[in-house]
């Protein structure tokens, strides 16, 4: 199925790329590539006086990195300013632990975790027609997601769900996240911790069965999110922290969440879904919103949604050509690596397991950047 964008073309300009790690810069480099175009990854503003500046000239950051220092200086010449992200169907392990993305995003507007301001995503979904071939698209690739089990990490792990018979008709998967991450600080308004996020959903459904499971960078010990485990089982009936994400789905019956990307992928499983916060995927009459986004006027059928979030919005690359690829050929992909990576990839390791894992990726990196 050939229906990739032809990037190399939409990348004929002098991309500037600020907030990029070594690690990130080995494959941004790849997604920004174009014979006709160039990319340099630069640690100051200063250094762009060596360069020159023309209506070629692109500024690059890493979400929302550097934000006001780079928007001024932008807005002094006249300079587009493009973010770049993870897309929403990323890998075989986490990007804390430098595994590299089969997707990104790269907005021209603002970026999809922000809904204080636009994003090309939010504009996609708001404004763009989408025919019936692209949703029929998006349906088939929806059912290939959940038939596969596909997640945005694909990790797997050893916890048993074990729901008691009498308990299994409302299970609320309640998915952790890492509260320092940009989508928390600004897509919350009142529920802002994991652990506020249990006590809101606890007292709203005081009979159901919660099922908690961590987020997977928390787990790992690589961002913070931590909720005391003596307080963790007291909102909530069972905290899973080595499971996957698509066994959690599997047995829950509703998801309540802040802003995690757990909350779209229940909507593929045709889950009710609670939004406390104001993710991507909130305000179009598909979620249980505590809170609006008043751009969002627009009421989506659920393969609009996915035809914006998965197949207009991301690029992906496949990993073994760097070629740009599809989604289905991604999600292909990710399920085979995944069936045969996982008994080396938990997600639950040890320190210098991980260490040793960041290790080869940079070193990875390096042999590349040569």
Known sequence: MDQTVDFESANRFRFLCFGFSLWKQNYARRYLYSPQGEVHFLRRLSVIKKIPIDDRTRIVTWGLRGENELLHFAADRGIPV????????????????????????????????????????????????????????????REQIVALKISKYNLDGADALKIPEDRKSRVLLVPGQVEDDASIQLGTVDVRTNFDLLKAVRAQNPEAFILFKPHPDVVSGNRKGQVPADAARQLADLVVEDASISRCL??????????????FEGLLRGLPVHAFGRPFYAGWGLTVDRHGVHRRTRRLQL????????IRYPRY?????????????????????????????????????????RLMHVIKALLNAR
């Not at 599997?250 to 909350?263: F, I, N, P, R, Y």
């Open 317 to 357: 690359m496949d990993p073994d050509t760097f070629a740009f690829t599809t989604p289905e050929n991604i999600v292909l992909r990710l399920q085979r690596a995944r069936d045969g990576a996982n008994r080396q990839i938990p997600i639950r390791a040890s320190r210098p397991v991980r260490q040793l894992r």
């Open 303 to 310: 393969d609009e949604l996915v035809a914006g979030a998965l």
């Open 82 to 141: 493009l973010r770049m992200e993870d897309g929403f169907l990323r890998s075989i392990g986490l990007g804390s632990d430098l595994t590299a993305p089969a997707s990104l995003v790269l907005d021209t507007r603002g970026i999809y975790y922000d809904p204080t301001g636009p994003s090309d995503l939010e504009h996609i979904l708001q404004n763009e027609a989408f025919s019936e071939k692209e949703l029929a698209r998006a349906r088939e690739l």
């Open 250 to 263: 599997d047995v829950a019956t509703e998801v309540h969440t802040m802003t995690s990307l757990v909350g």
